[in-house]
C-alpha cells in the first residue's frame, strides 16, 4: 500500500491506484473540477476554444471524487491505472 501526503494529512492507497478520465464529449469546460481538486491533478488548456480542464498529473490523484462530485455533465470518471 502506498502512502500519499496532502495538506499534512497521509492518504492509503490500494495497489490499483485510479486517476480521472475526461469525457470530452460531455465536458462544457466549467472548470469544478480544477476549482475542488486539492491534489492538483488539472491544469487548464484551450481545447476546441474553449477553456477545458485536463488532466495533467494523474499520479496526484488521491481518489477524493471530488471532481467526480463537482462536474455538473457528469463528464469525469475514475479509472483504475
Not at 25 to 49: H, N, Q, W
Request: hydrophobic residues 35%; negative net charge; charged residues 35%.
Amino acid at each position: 500500500m502506498e502512502r500519499k501526503w496532502l495538506y499534512g494529512k497521509v492518504m492509503d492507497q490500494t495497489e490499483e491506484e485510479m486517476h480521472p478520465v475526461i469525457d470530452y464529449k460531455k465536458c462544457t469546460g466549467a472548470l469544478a473540477c480544477y476549482e475542488v481538486c486539492p491534489a492538483e491533478v488539472f491544469d487548464v488548456e484551450e481545447i476546441d476554444r474553449v477553456k477545458r480542464a485536463v488532466v495533467a498529473r494523474p499520479e496526484n490523484c488521491i481518489e477524493c471524487e471530488y471532481c467526480v462530485d463537482a462536474c455538473p455533465e457528469d463528464a469525469i470518471e475514475l479509472i483504475e491505472d
